[in-house]
């Protein structure tokens, strides 16, 4: 083999693995929010869950919090109507990826929403 087809070679192995080098940095990045997503879907659930209890025990207690540390950098928000028959709660967690203390609208996050009514 001459240098010129060694070159060659070279040249064209490296244009075939340039994209199975990006697609896999983009496989990387889409699990890594997939984990993220799945870990804030599972600790919002269990928020929304701890707000129902809460709330069967004493409806007039108040459930909002704000950037509520859920561990190893989650936070959480809930949001809570107060009304006096039917409460709405929303739950958002998320990764405080840029360690403010607080999520930011680029943040990955779950919403969950749900009523409560009083029984």
Same mark, same amino acid.
């Given at each position: ?53 809460? =709330?069967?025990? $004493?409806?007039?207690? &108040?459930?909002?919090? #704000?950037? !509520? ?8 928000? %809930? ?13 958002? =967690?998320?990764? $405080?990826?840029?360690? &403010?203390?607080?999520? #930011?609208? !680029? ?8 009523? %409560?009514?009083?029984?």
């Amino acid at each position: 083999m001459t240098l010129t087809e060694m070159v060659v070679a070279s040249a064209l192995l490296m244009a075939s693995i340039a994209p199975i080098v990006r697609s896999m940095t983009v496989a990387q990045a889409t699990t890594r929010k997939v984990e993220i997503k799945s870990r804030s879907l599972t600790l919002a659930q269990g928020r929304l869950a701890f707000c129902r209890a809460q =709330v069967s025990s $004493d409806y007039n207690t &108040s459930l909002a919090v #704000s950037n !509520d540390d859920c561990g190893h950098d989650y936070l959480c928000t %809930i949001t809570d109507d107060l009304d006096s028959t039917c409460r709405t709660v929303v739950v958002t =967690v998320g990764l $405080d990826q840029d360690g &403010s203390g607080s999520l #930011s609208a !680029d943040e990955e996050s779950v919403t969950l929403s749900t009523l %409560i009514a009083k029984y």
